[in-house]
């Protein structure tokens, strides 16, 4: 049964929900200040797994006190409402990834949301996770932006 929200407030976590063929699909990328699974607040139970990318530390929020607040605080219910606003509008983005056809267009779209031009190393299995390719299917794209040069 779901009772707690968590709020990152330091390091990467991301939400992931494992697929019947053992594969793991990336459902959120968050970050200090993010909260995660928000939607668990109206779930009965956890649909996927918190994983954490780097050291992490998470502040645990009751559900009980996060709908009271909602219920009794219109500054709060308003700040609640805008913040899953912003979490529809990345989700629409993301799913506008998933929905290219190559990894390079694939990239270029993360890299578009993201405003970097080539991740860190340690980043990359995360970012082919992001953006629903495999690793290695990231790790040739990128080494041939590297020969090809920018």
């Given at each position: 049964?779901?009772?707690?929200?968590?709020?990152?407030?330091?390091?990467?976590?991301?939400l992931?929900?494992?697929?019947?063929?053992?594969?793991a699909?990336?459902?959120?990328?968050a970050?200090?200040?993010s909260?995660l699974?928000?939607?668990?607040?109206?779930?009965?139970?956890?649909h996927?797994?918190?994983?954490?990318?780097?050291?992490?530390?998470?502040?645990a929020?009751?559900?009980?006190?996060?709908?009271?607040?909602l219920?009794?605080?219109?500054?709060?219910?308003?700040?609640?409402?805008?913040?899953?606003?912003?979490?529809?509008?990345k989700?629409r983005?993301?799913?506008?990834?998933?929905?290219?056809?190559?990894?390079?267009?694939?990239?270029?779209?993360?890299?578009?949301?993201?405003?970097?031009?080539?991740?860190?190393?340690?980043e990359?299995?995360?970012?082919?996770?992001?953006?629903?390719v495999?690793?290695?299917?990231?790790?040739r794209?990128?080494?041939?932006r590297?020969?090809?040069?920018?």
């Open positions: 049964m779901v009772a707690i929200i968590h709020l990152i407030e330091e390091g990467v976590v991301q992931i929900r494992h697929q019947t063929d053992g594969s699909l990336v459902l959120q990328r970050s200090a200040g909260i699974a928000e939607a668990s607040l109206y779930s009965q139970k956890y996927c797994d918190e994983v954490a990318q780097t050291p992490t530390r998470l502040l929020l009751p559900k009980k006190e996060i709908t009271a607040h219920a009794t605080s219109p500054a709060f219910s308003e700040a609640w409402a805008r913040h899953l606003a912003h979490e529809v509008q989700a983005l993301q799913a506008e990834i998933l929905s290219l056809q190559t990894v390079a267009a694939r990239l270029n779209a993360w890299f578009a949301w993201n405003d970097v031009s080539i991740p860190e190393k340690g990359w299995k995360a970012i082919a996770g992001q953006i629903g495999s690793p290695e299917a990231l790790y794209e990128l080494a041939k590297r020969s090809n040069g920018p």
